[in-house]
């Protein structure tokens, strides 16, 4: 039987509690390290800009891994020694928790309004283009084609018929573009106006979320979090001037479940209990190519586990916290949440980037290995530019590709794609058999 003090706890001159001290402690140092070198190597890898780092905001991420730190050490510090300054105690507690909160907030809330453009612009270009879909009386691409037999009417009347060149040539420009510009605003307004059912919700959709572009900036998410950051400093200082146990001096080195805790636990529980499930539904819905989806869903699984953890060890199971403390939780969030949002991304750069060399040392015998790459084994384009022409031809695989694309946040790379088709189309259309030549 090991011995323990009046309060329960195990009296500190015995072996077991010395034994547990270097056990947990040793745990804490390697930690240390684990964090410290995972997070510099995100850091230098983020620059990268193919590493598939640079689409996570990397100051967000590096707030949640601060903020992380703080909670593994209230934990393990708390777990290994039975006392140890309550006020560092305090500080620690509520920096950690309502930085990491309102970091994963802000990441998710970033991710969902970037997924959400993105994916909206794929779901309207393959529900159809709405430039192409039919108008009452005549088809906007008929409107796209008479507006630009007018357009070239006017430009050639002004520009080349004219032998005299009354109009100065910076006017001409001026009233070719401003006219140019009117057209296609009259052929969008047009057709925008015939949409209805889906595409319009889709496009009510595209609006709220790029009017809520400006607010999920990396600026204005990092002054977000900085909010929280000094609402935890403030909750800090109340604490600690009105409460004695968490003054400097006398400084108290037995920290108990008091009223002190109770300001952020309620803050956290806000995040929790209110806007996190949110976060969690929206990314639910969403994907991705780089798995920033499943890391924020772990992300909020774990906060909920943490605080539910916490409260129950130390109120409910009061006897096991005596000699296990609760606050143990504290550093498994830290350490599930460093390692879905930095190590495991961090590990598939570093996968990502050694593939990207084999393929580029493995395309071709020749010396230059970039060109082996991109143009095909032995100079041959053929393969791949065929694959990619394929693609685009076949309608069923150019979804998915446009899908895929979006996935990876490259929406207007088919957009432009499909601009240019359709811009293809109308110039074939509206010229028709004329002689342009």
Known sequence: MIPVDDTGRWLSSTPEYKIRVGIVMSVYIIYLFYITITAIMFVNKAKDKHSGLAQRN????????????LMGT????????????AFLRLWFTNIGYIVMFAAVIARG??????????????DIANSKNPRLMSMQGQTSLDFARKSSRLQRSESQSSAFSNTDYDTPTDTIGKVEKNTFSDLVRQAR???LHAISGPERRLHKRLQKYAKLQRLASSKSMFIFVMCNFLIAIVISLVVNILNDQFRLSPMSMLCRLVWGFIPVMVFGGIYVI???PIIFVKCWKLKDAYGIRNDLLICIIMGVFCIIMNTVWDVVLQEIALIWSGWFFSWVTGVVIHTVSVTMPLLAAIRHSRDVTDRMHSASGIETSMVAAIAGANGNDVGKRSEYNAILADPHEYRYFRDFAASCFCSE????????????????LSLGSEDIW
């Not at 209230?74 to 006392?83: D, L, N």
């Not at 991710?111 to 612009?121: G, R």
Request: hydrophobic share 50%; with cysteine; proline share 2%.
């Open 274 to 276: 209110f806007v996190m």
């Open 413 to 428: 790379m088919t957009a432009f794609i499909d601009e240019y088709q359709m811009l293809k189309e109308i110039t074939v």
């Open 74 to 85: 209230v934990g393990m510090i708390s777990t290994a020694f039975q006392k140890w300054p």
């Open 189 to 191: 307004d047009s057709s």
């Open 58 to 69: 990397t100051k967000l991420v590096m707030l949640q891994v601060i903020s992380g730190c």
């Open 109 to 122: 809330f970033q991710y969902i309004v970037v997924s959400n453009l993105h994916n909206i612009t794929s």
